[in-house]
């Protein structure tokens, strides 16, 4: 019998989430209510009591927070071209531009000694990605930022549990966001949400949340400016509440796993592996090997071969300038040539909680013998 498909990745949803999941089902109220209360509550403990508000998507917080910092129509957002094209859209959504720079080859992530030259009098704010959860160095990002007068809306998307130095990371900084989509490394499904600096940008952030509105003492309601509809549903919230519970054992687990990768990988095969991380800042949100140059143009074949032996293969990202909506705002092959390697070369293998160490040493076989087979 062949073994089961190993997906990229895969949540682990336990017993009582379910059951905690029912309970709000059956209990007459299951849009935003005491369970979302919880959640926020829970992380802004965990954060060192920074407020933290809950929203829909990893997408819609980092729109809102743009929002919030007043950005918009001429004003300049510098960011990354090598993350999931919802961190440039949301620039696009608010009517800024997207100015990218190119990665850092070691990290992957936003080479922070290029962004000086990129900074230009309309520049707003920095977006820095943690890149399969590697923090972006945030001490030179702090410094940029105080030296240039800018805001900074850390897209932390795939990093929630990760550290720079003893310090996890939304517990400090700027503007923060996180994501729960279901392939983060905890989920409420779908939903996000944006760790604040005090509790004025908070009661703003919930407006832009909800349709603008303000709830009066006396009952009724005020709505001074635009708001949107991003608020998350209590069934969502109590799947975070259940995940929170774990989300430290499940980052060991992911760290023990690509600890696996790296003592089983053969590098006769010619790839370039991920940052080793050794610091351990990392949460090890997707581990991530570049295919050997003479591969790249063949990285299909070599996911549908993998495919063929049971194991889930996937890209996380080709570098985004180069889809037909930056190229039209004028970008072009070799505007960032380090962005672009990687981009043409990655592949995400599988790593989640619930993997064994032999499917760590399945994937490693299923790896070597396809590359003995395309090369
Ligand atoms: C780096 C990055 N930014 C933004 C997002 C958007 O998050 P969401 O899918 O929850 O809208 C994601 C996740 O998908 C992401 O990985």
Known sequence: MSAPFLPFTRP????????????????????????????????????????VR?????????????????????????????????????????????????????????DLSRVQHAITPRTRALLPVDLAGLPVDRDLLYALAQKHGLRVIEDAAQSFGAHWGDREIGSFGDLVSFSFHANKNMTTSEGGCLVLNNEDEARRFEKLRLQGVARLPDGG????????????????????LGQLRHIDDFNERRHELAQRYFARWDPALGF????????RHGNWHMFQPLLPARLAPRRGEF???????????????????????????GHTDGDFPVAEDIGARTITLPLFPAMTDADVDRVCDAVASVTARLS
């Open 12 to 51: 682990s949803i336990d017993e009582r989430t379910i059951a905690e999941v029912g309970e709000v089902l059956r209990s007459g109220w299951i849009t935003t209510g005491p369970k979302c209360l919880e959640l926020e509550a829970a992380f802004s403990k965990r954060l060192g009591g920074r407020p």
């Open 54 to 110: 809950l929203v829909n998507s990893g997408t819609a917080s980092l729109e809102l927070a743009l929002r919030l910092c007043d950005i918009g129509p001429g004003d300049e957002v510098i960011t990354t071209p090598l993350s999931w094209v919802a961190t440039a859209n949301v620039v696009l959504a608010v009517g800024a531009i997207p100015v990218f720079v190119d990665v850092d080859p070691a990290s992957r992530n936003i």
């Open 221 to 240: 309601m005020e709505v001074e400016a635009w708001g949107g509809k991003a608020n998350l549903t209590d069934v969502a919230a109590a799947i975070g």
């Open 272 to 279: 370039t592996l991920p940052p080793a991380d050794s610091e």
């Open 303 to 329: 996911i549908a071969a993998m495919k063929a032996q049971g194991i889930g293969v996937g890209v996380h990202y080709p570098a985004m300038h180069l889809f037909s909506l930056f190229r039209q705002r």
